[in-house]
């Protein structure tokens, strides 16, 4: 089954606590991102990777870190979280444009389940 | 700045009737515009796209994109309870791509049985 999995769902932290939240997809995409999600903020674009080695900063990457050292994983890490990182957090992948055969509609993205994150 | 606009609702629509959500955005390069769907606690879900003017029907579902007045919109025809959930409208860059998405906020919509 074509999915993107992230774990943990929930996570419980305190302030200064390093933590990662893994985020595997198993469709070969090239395209990998991470969003977080707030009320009345809607979704905002954390990171992202165009593929293997190559990662680029979002719209709100204060504080995140990311690696992709291989296609199919896109770990976010938080070095030393905060309770104003306390938010609902979704990976998503996608087809690059050139996988897909056109820009057009390679904006469908697939969603992990979602990851929140509360710290203390 | 890249602005993508939704009225956040609640939209309240009786059973069986046409749900209209709306959107508009800034960039008036954007070229290819998608509408999610995001039931509560869940992630969103693609359920259309469109990138040329006109209407785009699927099921239940027309997606309507107006290039000169960057609007986008999305109809629901015979709503059901099923459609309660949080609509999401994305817009992509002049250069395309996932990486160039913007979403809105969201409407949130309740069909009334």
């Known amino acids: 089954e074509a999915q993107v999995t992230q774990n943990p769902r929930y996570l419980i932290t305190v302030t200064g606590k390093k933590l990662t939240v893994t985020c595997s997809q198993n469709m070969n995409h090239e395209y990998m991102s991470w969003y977080r999600q707030d009320p009345g903020l809607g979704l905002r674009q954390i990171y992202y990777?165009?593929?293997?080695?190559?990662?680029d900063k979002g719209d709100v990457p204060e504080g995140y870190k990311v690696s992709r050292k291989e296609k199919r994983n896109f770990p976010l890490i938080l070095e030393s979280p905060s309770p104003n990182q306390t938010s609902l957090y979704f990976c998503?992948?996608?087809?690059?444009?050139?996988?897909?055969?056109?820009?057009?509609?390679?904006?469908?993205?697939?969603f992990g389940e979602g990851s929140r994150l509360t710290v203390l | 700045q890249k602005e993508v606009e939704q009225n956040s609702g609640p939209l309240s629509v009786p059973e069986g009737a046409i749900a209209s959500l709306n959107c508009t955005y800034s960039?008036?390069?954007?070229?290819?515009f998608f509408w999610y769907r995001q039931y509560s606690g869940k992630s969103p879900e693609l359920i259309m796209f469109?990138?040329?003017?006109g209407d785009k029907e699927d099921g239940r579902f027309t997606a309507q994109l107006n290039k000169a007045s960057q609007y986008v919109s999305l109809l629901i025809r015979d709503s059901q309870p099923s459609d309660s959930a949080t609509y999401l409208c994305?817009?992509?860059?002049?250069?395309?791509?996932?990486?160039?998405?913007?979403f809105g906020k969201g409407t949130h919509l309740i069909i009334q049985p």
């Open positions: 998503a992948s996608s087809l690059s444009p050139e996988s897909s055969g056109s820009r057009l509609y390679s904006g469908e993205l697939f």
């Open positions: 990777s165009m593929n293997v080695e190559v990662t």
């Open positions: 469109i990138y040329s003017n």
């Open positions: 960039d008036r390069g954007s070229q290819s």
């Open positions: 994305a817009v992509n860059s002049p250069g395309g791509g996932a990486d160039g998405l913007t």
